[in-house]
């Protein structure tokens, strides 16, 4: 290619338009990930929307991954584990029956390109999911102690000037409205009460969370490959549980384009999301979210990533 001052207009504009299409080529690729309405599992009790919005482009940083549990023949698996007597195996598989898997994480930046490292962590996780089936029944905190080493292998032998980091929540959403999930420099669910009207606070004890997903190395133990030794290793990821107790009930799971606009200045999350969701509780998790999105343009400058989950 001849650099662009060794062009002339003609070349110049046939250079732009290969350009262009190399761009349209990888965010449609990159776009592969986002999540589909058609693929979301569905559960009896409980209604919910989930969805990406990049700041530019059609992708970004931005990850969210929702689990259909019996698109991996559950039925087959415990019908299998039944017959070589692993009723352990067996009892853990059908827990799924009643629950939907979703992750949201988030790659530093902004740019387009951010997003490779979120296709890379999707098809990494996805693996993951059935080898985690099969040998556990369910996901386990080791698989994403598997994939924080795998990040960390990756970006500590980077020669970028700023390597990416990732943070991340993934959780299990159960018929009856229980939430269990754990969180990697990730913020933690925002809960709104549909009885007391308002954004109820997490104590404490509901928020354990980890470190970004590839800053340290996860502690070895057999299951995870061999890392060089380093000064620090990440904890183990902690497991939380809460519940949406009453019938009308929202949570929020969210990436930082709900709590920071303007460049960190404002902070909708604290100061807007309570009294909107005051006045659109009584709607559908999409009609919620489409609500939350139209005041949030007004002011991000940010991608985002909002799923909404509701009690029925």
């Known amino acids: 290619m001849k650099p662009i001052k060794g062009m002339d207009r003609a070349e110049l504009e046939k250079e732009l338009g290969r350009l262009r299409r190399e761009i349209e080529h990888f965010q449609n690729l990159a776009g592969l990930t986002l999540p589909r309405q058609d693929s979301f599992p569905q559960l009896p009790g409980i209604d919910y929307y989930v969805r990406s919005q990049p700041l530019q482009g059609k992708v970004s940083g931005d990850l969210a991954i929702t689990i259909n549990f019996h698109e991996h023949n559950l039925a087959k698996k415990i019908e299998r584990a039944l017959e070589q007597n692993n009723q352990q195996l067996a009892a853990a598989l059908s827990k799924n029956l009643d629950r939907f898997g979703i992750l949201i994480a988030d790659v530093a930046g902004h740019r387009i390109t951010d997003s490779t490292m979120g296709v890379y962590l999707y098809a990494a996780f996805k693996m993951g999911i059935g080898y985690e089936l099969e040998q556990h029944g369910e ?174």
Do not use: C, W
């Not at 009308?248 to 709590?259: E, P, V």
């Open 139 to 312: 996901i386990t905190p080791r698989l994403f102690e598997k994939l924080n080493t795998r990040l960390y292998n990756l970006v500590s032998h980077s020669t970028m000037a700023s390597p990416p980091f990732v943070t991340m929540i993934y959780g299990e959403v159960a018929n009856d409205g229980r939430f269990r999930y754990l969180l990697a420099g990730h913020p933690p669910p925002l809960v709104f009460s549909n009885e007391n009207n308002r954004l109820e606070k997490l104590d404490g004890k509901y928020t354990a969370a980890s470190t970004f997903l590839g800053v340290l190395p996860s502690r070895y133990h057999h299951d995870i490959e061999h890392f060089e030794p380093t000064f620090g290793t990440k904890d183990h990821y902690a497991v939380n549980e809460i519940a949406l107790l009453g019938q009308g009930d929202i949570m929020l799971l969210y990436t930082d384009g709900l709590t920071e606009q303007k460049k960190g200045a404002m902070n909708f999350a604290g100061t807007g999301l309570e009294p909107l969701l005051q006045e659109v509780k009584a709607e559908k998790a999409k009609t919620i979210y489409q609500a939350i999105m139209k005041e949030l343009r007004r002011h991000s400058d940010d991608d985002v990533t909002i799923a909404v989950i509701k009690k029925k």
